[in-house]
């Protein structure tokens, strides 16, 4: 990320590690510490350019997507600032709105964990909750009110919320509270705060109704943004470069049947944290693979071990954070694995700037949550290279690739030759049997030992909902087939940039028909073609034709068969 502070550009040099700690950005012991039993080695870029102006008072106006760390970048700094204050009931002293209830539960949990030593109280507020327990966890006195707009509205005209002790506010996804039709509501909210308090504002992208709010309620706010032209020319590996779509809870088992098909000789897998690090690399050694994990927690000793079990052939996966991983060295890196999608472009080419050297194919996996689909993007668009969106291999995927490595090995053994030594056992075996039985059977035995060192069928393998997949949903089993699905006619493609999340995306929140009865998705240059169970088609034609899909509004219509000219 390149951070632009007022007139000033702080260019943190691309590709250079940056070191300072949570300490240096001026955060109280009390949160290291706390920061540290969570296993955060860093603070990530967002947080490095937020925190010590939201400390020093300043308003704030950044541009940062879910996995930057944003929470983090507003929260520590509400957290130390309020940590010796006592609330009135009724009467918060930070004010934190987001879009949904999803997140101000989330961003309440975050709060929750960064404050434990400092005895900070907490409440969310959001709509479908029963109003008399919201009104109870505010009368009791909270230090922070996280809330939807609707129902932090609802809250002030009632009077059981009063922002009049308000020092801080964060907005967090203000473009998607806009989206959502909160713009009202926030003037509301933001008219009712007091004018002397603090305000940060965090947005995912920047239109003109976000700097709209921003001119009118922030006061000289240090602007963090990211720079449309992060990445040097010419300064990417030659990478191919490839990410799954995955809910957080079916991540170990996406990955595990990734690295199945894409055998890696040597893979550095990236986490966050340093507890992210410890956990997967149990349930990765669970599955079977041969494991080391690095981390900052660990002594020069230790990582020196790891690093000749790594350099010796003996370990198949790395599992590091960040920071463990700058110093090391590692030559026939085959694959670099991003467990969450890295918090800023920076790390994302320098951790896939380590494979692919010295002319041989790299690969870099990114399993991405749902909700971070947009950082990707915004990757894909500084580093001006394509990510493609895959789909997790299935159960069967799996076992067909092992066959197909069974039978390229017995092929293999057959052209080499050199079967003297078992041509009387398979002459012997052939005058009592058919020999075609006897083969089958030998390599039933070569298949299935070969099974035995990589993960087997052992696990039970849990379905991965379609939403791993935005490239090609699939069918849910039992599903109507095809002769119930209709095709629509979208009236644009990939020349506008489209791909599929746009469109299930689009169908999902406009018609909100369940992206699981979505069908194959065809995304041409000029047009995309959508199958849709015949029930639903009039209504998906009807919702999307208002809509607008990356930016633009489309033509959508039952496909005729006909196409444009090129
Ligand atoms: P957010 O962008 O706020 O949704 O944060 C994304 C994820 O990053 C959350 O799971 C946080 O717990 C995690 N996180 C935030 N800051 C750090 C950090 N400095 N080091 C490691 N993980 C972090």
Redesign the pocket.
């Known amino acids: 990320m390149v951070v632009s502070a007022d007139a000033r550009t702080v260019r943190s040099e691309y590709l250079v590690p940056m070191s300072d700690t949570f300490a240096d950005i001026g955060l109280g012991a009390d949160l290291v510490a706390e920061l540290a039993s969570l296993g955060?080695?860093?603070?990530?870029p967002i947080?490095r350019a937020a925190i010590g102006p939201l400390l020093a008072g300043r308003d704030l106006l950044g541009q940062a997507a879910?996995?930057?760390?944003?929470?983090?970048a507003f929260a520590l700094p509400i957290l130390q600032r309020l940590a010796d204050q006592r609330p009135a009931p009724g009467r918060p002293l930070a004010l934190v709105l987001v879009p949904t209830r999803e997140l101000a539960v989330q961003v309440s949990e975050a709060f929750h964990r960064y404050g434990r030593k400092l005895g900070t109280s907490v409440v969310p507020i959001y709509g479908g909750q029963e109003f008399h327990r919201q009104v109870a966890g505010l009368r009791r006195g909270a230090h922070v009110v996280v809330a939807t707009p609707g129902r932090a509205l609802d809250h002030l005209r009632r009077e059981t919320l009063d922002l009049a002790d308000v020092r801080m506010i964060a907005l967090d996804e203000a473009d998607e509270m806009l989206d959502m039709g909160f713009a009202e509501d926030l003037e509301l909210i933001l008219e009712a705060a007091p004018e002397t308090r603090q305000t940060a504002l965090f947005s995912a992208t920047l239109p003109p109704r976000i700097a709209a709010i921003a001119e009118r309620h922030l006061r000289d706010p240090e602007r963090i943004l990211i720079a449309r032209d992060a990445a040097k020319p010419g300064s990417m590996p030659k990478v191919r470069q490839v990410a799954y779509i995955v809910p957080r809870a079916h991540k170990v088992a996406a990955l595990g049947r990734v690295l199945d098909l894409e055998s890696p000789t040597l893979a550095l897998v990236f986490c966050?944290?340093r507890l992210d690090v410890d956990e997967l690399a149990d349930r990765l050694s669970g599955r079977g693979y041969r494991v080391a994990s690095l981390h900052g927690g660990m002594s020069q000793a230790e990582r020196d071990r790891v690093m000749s079990r790594a350099r010796g052939g003996t370990v198949d996966l790395l599992v590091a954070t960040d920071v463990a991983a700058r110093g090391i060295d590692i030559e026939h890196l085959t694959h670099v694995v991003n467990f969450d999608v890295p918090s800023s472009t920076e790390a994302y080419v320098h951790r896939i700037g380590r494979t692919g050297r010295a002319g041989r194919e790299g690969v870099a996996i990114t399993l991405a949550d749902p909700r971070a689909h947009r950082l990707l993007r915004n990757i894909e668009h500084a580093t001006k290279q394509r990510i493609a969106i895959c789909t997790v291999p299935t159960p069967r995927d799996v076992k067909a690739h092992r066959m197909d490595m069974t039978r390229a090995a017995v092929r293999d053994a057959v052209v080499a030759g050199d079967l003297d030594a078992y041509r009387a056992v398979a002459e012997a075996l052939a005058s009592e049997f058919d020999p075609m039985d006897v083969a089958a059977a030998a390599i039933r035995l070569a298949h299935e030992a070969s099974e035995g060192d990589g993960d087997g069928d052992a696990h039970d393998e849990p379905h991965i909902p379609v939403i791993e997949s935005f490239a090609r949903p699939q069918r849910a089993p039992g599903r109507a087939e095809s002769s119930d699905m209709v095709r629509i006619y979208i009236s644009g493609g990939t020349r506008m940039g489209m791909r599929p999340a746009d469109i299930v995306g689009a169908i999902a929140n406009e018609a909100r028909v369940n992206p699981r009865s979505i069908g194959d998705i065809e995304i041409a240059e000029g047009y995309s073609l959508v199958e849709l169970p015949a029930r639903d088609v009039d209504h998906v034609i009807r919702s999307l034709r208002g809509a607008t899909m990356r930016g633009r509004k489309l033509k959508v219509n039952r496909d005729l068969g006909i196409r444009p000219k090129k």
Request: charged share 25%.
């Open positions: 955060y080695e860093e603070p990530t947080q879910t996995g930057t760390g944003k929470t983090a966050r944290t």
